[in-house]
């Protein structure tokens, strides 16, 4: 059994980890470009690394702290019950802590004309899509990644419990591939903050608080009634 600064501290390389690499592959993506006629690593690249990031992290660290590394996760426990209020208050500080000192990190290892022009990393809507279609987006995004996570590491009897991590990966990678181009398809408020806050870049940065943690309560409360009425909370 894991001590609460074990599980804190899980949870912050977990989000550390996703920042670094999602948002560290769109400015390669950027650097690349501006590099190579040939274009950078693309949409489906970025949605790779952002999957891996996920899928390496919630299998390495998941059976310490339950692998949340995002507060829309985090509010779907406590909203079921699964995780009590100061820790849930106390994961979303360690999950906001590591997107901002990965994001911040990458301000070291990265040219900064690249990062710059890339936002670094910073989600933000398509020209011409309006904030609440932004909203709604990565609500639905963020419901089927709630979701599955509970399906899989949360149920005790999902079929792929014991490889979750790679199922939730392999969600956010099909969700950026859909969402990537019209809203950053960040399904998480500390994927946005982290880079946010050290590009001081904070447009639109509210619907990645709305749409995700939305999202996150709509699946975790709909899975929790309809399919883990005979798995009662234990936290």
Same mark, same amino acid.
């Given at each position: 059994?894991? &001590?609460?600064?074990?599980?804190?501290?899980?949870?912050?390389?977990?989000?550390?980890?996703?920042?670094?690499?999602?948002?560290?592959?769109?400015?390669?993506?950027?650097?690349?470009?501006?590099?190579?006629?040939?274009?950078?690593?693309?949409?489906?690249?970025?949605?790779?690394?952002?999957?891996?990031?996920?899928?390496?992290?919630?299998?390495?660290?998941?059976?310490?702290?339950?692998?949340?590394? &995002?507060?829309?996760?985090?509010?779907?426990?406590?909203?079921?019950?699964?995780?009590?209020?100061?820790?849930?208050?106390?994961?979303?500080?360690?999950?906001?802590?590591?997107?901002?000192?990965?994001?911040?990190?990458?301000?070291?290892?990265?040219?900064?004309?690249?990062?710059?022009?890339?936002?670094?990393?910073?989600?933000?809507?398509?020209?011409?899509?309006?904030?609440?279609?932004?909203?709604?987006?990565?609500?639905?995004?963020?419901?089927?990644?709630?979701?599955?996570?509970?399906?899989?590491?949360?149920?005790?009897?999902?079929?792929?419990?014991?490889?979750?991590?790679?199922?939730?990966?392999?969600?956010?990678?099909?969700?950026?591939?859909?969402?990537?181009?019209?809203?950053?398809?960040?399904? &998480?408020?500390?994927?946005?903050?982290?880079?946010?806050?050290?590009?001081?870049?904070?447009? &639109?940065?509210?619907?990645?608080?709305?749409?995700?943690?939305?999202?996150?309560?709509?699946?975790?409360?709909?899975?929790?009634?309809?399919?883990?009425?005979?798995?009662?909370?234990?936290?």
């Amino acid at each position: 059994m894991y &001590n609460l600064p074990q599980k804190l501290l899980a949870e912050f390389i977990g989000t550390f980890t996703l920042i670094f690499i999602g948002a560290g592959s769109i400015c390669t993506d950027k650097y690349l470009g501006a590099a190579s006629s040939q274009g950078g690593i693309g949409l489906l690249g970025i949605a790779v690394a952002h999957g891996l990031a996920i899928a390496i992290m919630v299998t390495a660290l998941g059976h310490v702290s339950g692998g949340h590394f &995002n507060p829309a996760i985090t509010l779907g426990f406590w909203v079921t019950k699964r995780l009590g209020t100061v820790k849930s208050i106390l994961y979303w500080v360690s999950q906001l802590l590591g997107a901002a000192a990965a994001a911040y990190l990458l301000t070291f290892v990265v040219p900064e004309s690249t990062w710059r022009s890339a936002g670094l990393g910073t989600p933000d809507l398509a020209p011409d899509l309006v904030r609440w279609h932004g909203m709604l987006l990565e609500c639905l995004l963020t419901f089927l990644l709630v979701f599955v996570v509970f399906a899989t590491a949360v149920d005790a009897k999902g079929a792929f419990n014991k490889i979750a991590g790679f199922a939730i990966g392999l969600t956010i990678t099909m969700d950026i591939l859909l969402g990537g181009p019209l809203t950053g398809a960040a399904m &998480n408020p500390a994927r946005a903050f982290g880079p946010a806050l050290i590009a001081r870049h904070w447009t &639109n940065h509210g619907v990645y608080w709305v749409g995700p943690l939305l999202g996150g309560i709509l699946a975790a409360v709909i899975y929790d009634r309809a399919f883990l009425r005979d798995q009662p909370p234990t936290a």
